[in-house]
């Protein structure tokens, strides 16, 4: 489980008490053993109600509508500017459609003002390159912590075995670099490196060596991972797991305080080099998205242009996702097709060449720190120029095979046992569950070579090409080389030795794998991923860098994927065969669902994010999903111009809704607009301060002119700056598959159901991801849609000759017969004119 986030903290952390009097909206989905748990507050509660409590109803068939931005209401905005209105509370949902205008009013403000003045023309330019200076500050972030935590990390990994006296500060390999005691064949052996048992017992072999070896590596793992999980779970608990699905949930528009914040950035990028060192099957290459994210949202601040507009911030953090994976894969090109692939919500041609920019940027200065020693961005870059023959696609295929297969059991048992976590009293004690599962690693890890090392190290190994000075186990049939070039058919015993060893290792990073993705630490999944799929490349003879497609199982990239391989291997030769497999593994894991670990993780955690790639088939109608309910309270809402400053906040204060629709009164029930709770809230302080006569039977308007009012009533108080005056709205019979269209394409909150400009219920994204959840765990038949379009119109009178029931001028009738079910029956609903009351 991605870093279960924890929602039972206060919401609303405004200095308004009626903001944070608004519910939580932890409300449960529970459908076949999968509970779902929504916690965005507005996609709950925003209005609940219903025409009629306990009557069935149809509406007939009608037009659509749906609003863009209001001009009117921004410019009133502009002129009366209320502070704090547009902004959002934690575990909200953005309006991108307002942020947008907001940041198109803004520029057009901008270019009105430039030829006024130089300065004018001076802030103009400066508006214009923040988007490129925040990116470029983001990229040498990025670069720069990218550097530390690789070289961090190697010289922690090697401290498990032992230390350089000559200087402390060298890793293994470092600390022999100088030494002139070595050969090319034990490079690695030096007087100046010094193992435990060297230090502790005097003596380098032996059983008693061997033990305190065993030892302290355990030791050091433990520790490792206690400071780690330690760390997270007392100053930043957002800083655990790989953040990729919370990147991908904020990108949407969510909004979670703190996870992009400055201490969630010292504190993971401090425990992802313990985690990294503890020896733990996980990778730092998921954390360094979330780190460069962080970066990019600290940077957005010093920019006026990104830090008022959470749409323009979330740009920045696209770019800063792809230079995220560009530091860690050394994969400029392949990060930018990262973010657009796989976190992106919006990503329009001005964020494609920022993420360039920035992906360049932070490769830069990582090529510039230099933490390998090798002139590289990444420890096991390789290059092959060997040519590949037609008849090796067959076993290429085949892999692909096996890493959709891998990748869908892997998504399975990893969600099944993070789920147990989650549902269990097992989840309450992330510490003893870390430290669990590090011990297991360091005890058995440490008798197997290719599971003791660094899982960076073990792939580099695994994709070094055996050559006249290979010093490997596996390579040791290569040592039967002559002078003419020619090799030796047979296999010396180490590399039966070393396939044995690779295939436990194998077998013991699958398991570890599935227990440790989700712990409370810093975990990424690409790194062992690629190491699965290396050992096995190796087991079977294939050119190993191919087997990164298993990777391509377990996260259903693509295109991305083979692009990162391409520059990982530093050539184009195996592009037909990694295309291949690449296909080949995408469709057997499609086979077996196309959800990928990230979106199965944002699913469990219960994040509110419509996923893009998800098909919506079901014939349901707007009217079936919006809210109120037929057991619900009627419609909450506020009338343009006869309700007093005390009915208002009655009804802020006896509800938990955070939005009212603004009709023109009780009797017509027409749609004015919709205004915030929120902004309803702090228009009320901020006018309580700043202007006199508001009193509580003040008379609160929503139009443009004051009502007619007698002589000695109080100040009225104008609230028409914080209404949106074009709400989208859809009709009641507008199917749901064009309504969950709309809200993913546009990123609405909520919409509006109407009929005839009658306000009906509202529809949120909670509700719809509520609907969908419920589609997946009860499947229903298919209704022909005609079925939805037939025009009802029942009598005036019922069959006792009583008028049917009238609520907002909507007229009830439930057809439903005594054999029937309630939810096979017809519903029927007629509007009526309002002068035949």
């Given at each position: 489980m991605e870093c279960e986030q924890l929602f039972s903290r206060a919401l609303g952390r405004s200095s308004y008490n009626s903001i944070t009097s608004a519910s939580s909206d932890e409300e449960l989905l529970d459908g076949a053993g999968v509970i779902m748990d929504f916690h965005s507050t507005e996609d709950d509660n925003l209005l609940d109600g219903d025409a009629s409590p306990g009557s069935n109803y149809t509406m007939s068939n009608g037009g659509g509508g749906g609003g863009a931005c209001s001009s009117t209401h921004l410019l009133d905005l502009l002129e009366e500017p209320i502070p704090g209105v547009g902004t959002y509370d934690d575990f909200h949902t953005i309006d991108w459609v307002r942020e947008k205008c907001k940041d198109r009013e803004r520029h057009r403000k901008i270019n009105s003002k430039k030829k006024e003045s130089a300065w004018e023309f001076t802030k103009s330019l400066y508006d214009a390159w923040s988007g490129w200076l925040v990116v470029t500050l983001t990229g040498l972030a990025s670069g720069a912590l990218a550097g530390g935590i690789d070289i961090a990390a190697d010289w922690m990994t090697?401290?498990?075995?032992?230390?350089?006296?000559?200087?402390?500060?060298?890793?293994?390999?470092?600390?022999?670099?100088?030494?002139?005691?070595?050969?090319?064949?034990?490079?690695?052996?030096?007087?100046?490196?010094?193992?435990?048992?060297?230090?502790?017992?005097?003596?380098?072999?032996?059983?008693?060596?061997?033990?305190?070896?065993?030892?302290?590596?355990?030791?050091?793992?433990?520790?490792?991972?206690?400071?780690?999980?330690?760390?997270?779970?007392?100053?930043?608990?957002?800083?655990?797991?790989?953040?990729?699905?919370?990147?991908?949930?904020?990108?949407?528009?969510?909004?979670?305080?703190?996870?992009?914040?400055?201490?969630?950035?010292?504190?993971?990028?401090?425990?992802?080099?313990?985690?990294?060192?503890?020896?733990?099957?996980?990778?730092?290459?998921?954390?360094?998205?979330?780190?460069?994210?962080?970066?990019?949202?600290?940077?957005?601040?010093?920019?006026?242009?990104?830090?008022?507009?959470?749409?323009?911030?979330?740009?920045?953090?696209?770019?800063?996702?792809?230079?995220?994976?560009?530091?860690?894969?050394?994969?400029?090109?392949?990060?930018?097709?990262?973010?657009?692939?796989?976190?992106?919500?919006?990503?329009?041609?001005?964020?494609?060449?920022?993420?360039?920019?920035?992906?360049?940027?932070?490769?830069?200065?990582?090529?510039?720190?230099?933490?390998?020693?090798?002139?590289?961005?990444?420890?096991?870059?390789?290059?092959?120029?060997?040519?590949?023959?037609?008849?090796?696609?067959?076993?290429?295929?085949?892999?692909?095979?096996?890493?959709?297969?891998?990748g869908a059991f892997f998504i399975r048992t990893n969600i099944a046992w993070c789920r147990r976590r989650k549902s269990t009293r097992f989840g309450k004690y992330p510490v003893l569950e870390v430290m669990a599962v590090a011990g297991i690693t360091a005890l058995v890890a440490f008798p197997n070579p290719y599971t003791r090392q660094n899982t960076s190290e073990l792939i580099k190994e695994l994709f070094t090409d055996c050559g006249p000075l290979a010093t490997s186990q596996l390579c040791q049939y290569r040592s039967l080389m002559n002078g003419t070039g020619t090799t030796a058919t047979s296999a010396t015993p180490g590399v039966y030795s070393a396939m044995w060893q690779l295939s436990l290792a194998l077998v013991f990073k699958i398991i570890m794998t599935i227990f440790t993705f989700g712990l409370k630490v810093p975990s990424g999944l690409f790194i062992p991923s690629m190491a699965i799929g290396a050992i096995a490349g190796r087991i079977v003879g294939i050119a190993v860098e191919q087997l990164a497609y298993f990777h391509r199982g377990v996260t259903r990239m693509t295109v991305s994927l083979v692009v990162i391989v391409f520059e990982l291997t530093g050539g184009l030769e195996y592009i037909v065969p990694l295309m291949a497999a690449v296909m080949t593994s995408k469709w057997v894991g499609d086979a077996f669902g196309r959800e990928g670990i990230y979106e199965a993780h944002i699913r469990l955690n219960g994040y509110p994010f419509l996923d893009a790639k998800e098909e919506f088939t079901h014939t349901t109608l707007a009217r079936e999903v919006m809210r109120p309910r037929r057991s619900d309270a009627p419609l909450a809402v506020l009338t343009q111009d006869d309700m007093t400053l005390a009915e208002v906040q009655a009804l802020i204060a006896q509800t938990s809704f955070n939005g009212f629709p603004v009709i023109v009164s009780k009797e017509s029930q027409r749609l004015v607009g919709f205004a915030l709770r929120r902004d309803i809230t702090i228009a009320i302080e901020n006018a309580r301060r700043k202007q006199e006569g508001i009193l509580l039977n003040s008379r609160v308007y929503f139009t443009q002119h004051a009502p007619v009012l007698p002589a000695d009533s109080p100040r009225p108080l104008k609230l028409r700056s914080i209404l949106d005056m074009s709400p989208f709205t859809v009709t009641d019979h507008t199917p749901m598959e064009i309504v969950v269209d709309i809200f993913r394409k546009l990123g609405l909150r909520q919409c509006l159901v109407t009929h005839n400009g009658i306000v009906l219920g509202i529809i949120t994204k909670k509700n719809i991801l509520e609907h969908l959840e419920k589609l997946k765990q009860h499947a229903e038949p298919l209704t022909p849609p005609w079925h939805y379009h037939k025009k009802r119109y029942p009598p005036s009178y019922g069959p006792d000759g009583k008028p049917r029931p009238r609520v907002h001028n909507v007229q009830l009738e439930s057809s439903s017969s005594s054999n029937q079910n309630e939810a096979e029956s017809e519903e029927e609903v007629r509007l009526l004119d309002p002068s035949s009351h």
């Open positions: 090697d401290l498990k075995e032992g230390i350089c006296l000559s200087a402390l500060w060298f890793n293994h390999e470092q600390c022999c670099w100088g030494s002139n005691e070595t050969t090319f064949a034990q490079r690695d052996d030096c007087p100046q490196w010094k193992s435990w048992a060297e230090l502790i017992l005097g003596q380098a072999e032996g059983p008693g060596s061997y033990i305190m070896n065993y030892f302290m590596f355990t030791f050091w793992a433990l520790s490792f991972a206690f400071l780690a999980v330690a760390l997270v779970k007392v100053f930043a608990p957002y800083a655990c797991g790989s953040g990729i699905p919370e990147i991908k949930t904020i990108l949407s528009g969510f909004i979670i305080r703190g996870y992009l914040g400055k201490w969630t950035l010292m504190i993971k990028t401090i425990t992802l080099v313990l985690a990294v060192s503890s020896g733990l099957s996980l990778g730092k290459e998921g954390p360094l998205v979330h780190v460069a994210c962080c970066c990019g949202n600290i940077f957005s601040y010093l920019f006026p242009k990104y830090s008022k507009n959470e749409a323009k911030k979330r740009e920045v953090l696209s770019a800063a996702s792809a230079a995220g994976v560009s530091v860690a894969f050394g994969a400029p090109i392949g990060g930018v097709l990262f973010s657009l692939e796989e976190v992106s919500y919006y990503f329009p041609l001005k964020t494609l060449w920022r993420s360039f920019f920035a992906a360049l940027v932070a490769a830069f200065v990582l090529r510039s720190i230099n933490p390998f020693g090798n002139s590289r961005l990444v420890l096991f870059y390789v290059e092959y120029h060997t040519p590949w023959y037609l008849f090796e696609l067959f076993p290429f295929i085949l892999l692909g095979v096996f890493g959709g297969l891998w």
